[in-house]
């Protein structure tokens, strides 16, 4: 288990090396994330409409977004120099290889929501209410469940001569509960509900990331094999 | 099974099939009462639930061939969920089309974000999926495999987004509208009516899959027919 946890280890501290050295990901997706916030300021009549009202909404499909640009090269680049080949053929169980993905994907989605819920502050003054714990605890919930789903089609994309163009396609009927549940439960708390009034979201959430994370783990294996 | 076995199952099907939408239509336009409270367009409902049946039949026989094809790696597997995938894209466009025509008039809207409207789009944009993948995979086999990924994914996440959108937007469930939307008993014109319509797309729907099939398992045998021919000079 603790080999395991090592090799999990070891490929996590690879992908974040490799991104805090070239920044190619981090920067596409931060870039994309601002920009997205721009637009809407635009998009969005605010003598007609409460930005306010919209906030978790806006939150999240910019979060859905960013996310899926920086995700959706998890594969392309170890393709690209034929490095998968290596990571395929290491000891690491396939398994093994799906989780430390996901693992730095979600620091990078992470990262991505820090710098959103900053933009959206800076620009539009959004109200993210009284309980930093437990948005926290939601966004981590969601994001995980996202990030399970987008990775695994991310292998699938990389394989296949349309790419990128079809990550979205793939994932979005199937992120619909992380949208819906996200975007609920974060409302709320910017509303300052009380907690009985997220929890429900919050536990369909958590079931969602945990079938997406087994299935994820399970079937990786398919999805690479040789 | 033997090409020509396979064949005539899907002759003997589609004639019973085109036959029993012949009688569903003789039905549907002359036999069975008007519903009172829609009135005639309610009559879509009988080719538009048996082609919801199918899609469904469909995602589920793609769902469980493309387990079983990861599990034991047999071609014929793959070619059953490839053409059941096939079957559930045409009937499903077929609901999504004859559904919103209907709603336009019962609902006054050809839209609502009702769970199971929202479920059967969603579900035939996993269809799409799966093809697009099927279609653009650099390696053959991996595109067999990443589809069977996408049917096996699909149906363990698509009753998750059942459950979601019945709980949008309170956390409320609403099983009135289900309840609303089934409608009271039916009449037993209308049920004769409707297992006709049942009957026929469910036998249609086999005999394109056999067809289908069939296909798959002669471009299966040419391959190997091309492999062993000696390379010609």
Not at chain 1, 11 to 36: F, N, Q, S, Y
Request: hydrophobic share 55%; proline share 4%; glycine share 8%.
């Amino acid at each position: 288990m603790t080999v395991y946890l090592r090799q999990v280890a070891a490929i996590v501290r690879k992908d974040l090396l490799l991104e805090v050295r070239t920044g190619e990901r981090l920067a596409a997706m931060g870039a994309l994330t601002v920009l997205v916030a721009v637009l809407f300021h635009f998009a969005i009549d605010q003598g007609l409409v409460r930005m306010q009202l919209l906030a978790a909404g806006l939150i999240w499909m910019t979060i859905l977004f960013g996310g899926m640009l920086g995700m959706g090269r998890t594969f392309e680049m170890e393709r690209e120099q034929g490095a998968i080949q290596g990571l395929l053929t290491s000891p690491v169980p396939l398994d093994g290889i799906y989780l430390a993905k996901v693992v730095s994907n979600f620091v990078l989605v992470t990262l991505i929501e820090v710098v959103a819920l900053a933009a959206y502050w800076l620009f539009f003054g959004f109200n993210y209410g009284n309980d930093p714990l437990l948005l926290a605890g939601v966004l981590g919930v969601a994001t995980l469940g996202f990030v399970a789903v987008t990775t695994l089609f991310s292998a699938i994309s990389a394989q296949t001569n349309m790419g990128q163009t079809l990550l979205p396609i793939l994932i979005f009927p199937l992120l619909v509960p992380v949208v819906i549940f996200g975007v609920t439960a974060t409302g709320r708390i910017f509303a300052s509900r009380p907690v009985q009034e997220v929890e429900g979201s919050l536990y369909l959430l958590a079931a969602f990331t945990v079938v997406a994370l087994t299935a994820g783990t399970i079937l990786f294996r398919y999805v690479v094999e040789e | 099974m033997s090409l020509a076995r396979i064949r005539w199952m899907a002759t003997v099907l589609g004639v019973l099939g085109v036959a029993g939408v012949l009688v569903l239509h003789w039905l549907v336009f002359f036999w069975v009462g008007t519903e009172r409270t829609m009135g005639i367009v309610q009559r879509i409902f009988y080719v538009h639930v048996p082609s919801a049946w199918v899609t469904f039949l469909a995602f589920g026989i793609t769902a469980l061939c493309g387990a079983a094809y990861l599990w034991l790696r047999d071609e014929r597997l793959d070619w059953a969920a490839q053409s059941a995938a096939e079957g559930g894209l045409i009937f499903g466009a077929i609901m999504l089309t004859s559904g919103p025509l209907w709603a336009a008039y019962a609902w006054g809207t050809p839209w609502t974000w009702e769970p199971r409207l929202t479920l059967t789009l969603l579900m035939w944009f996993v269809f799409v999926g799966y093809f697009l993948v099927r279609a653009s995979a650099e390696d053959r086999q991996a595109g067999k495999r990443m589809a069977a990924v996408i049917g096996v994914l699909g149906a363990l996440l698509i009753p998750l987004v059942h459950v979601s959108v019945l709980w949008f937007p309170s956390l409320h469930p609403q099983p009135v509208v289900l309840n609303v939307e089934e409608g009271p008993t039916l009449d037993g014109d209308m049920l004769i009516t409707l297992m006709t319509g049942l009957l026929a797309f469910t036998l249609i729907f086999f005999s394109v899959f056999c067809l289908r099939y069939g296909l798959e398992h002669l471009r299966y045998q040419r391959a190997l027919a091309l492999r062993e021919q000696p390379r010609a000079t």
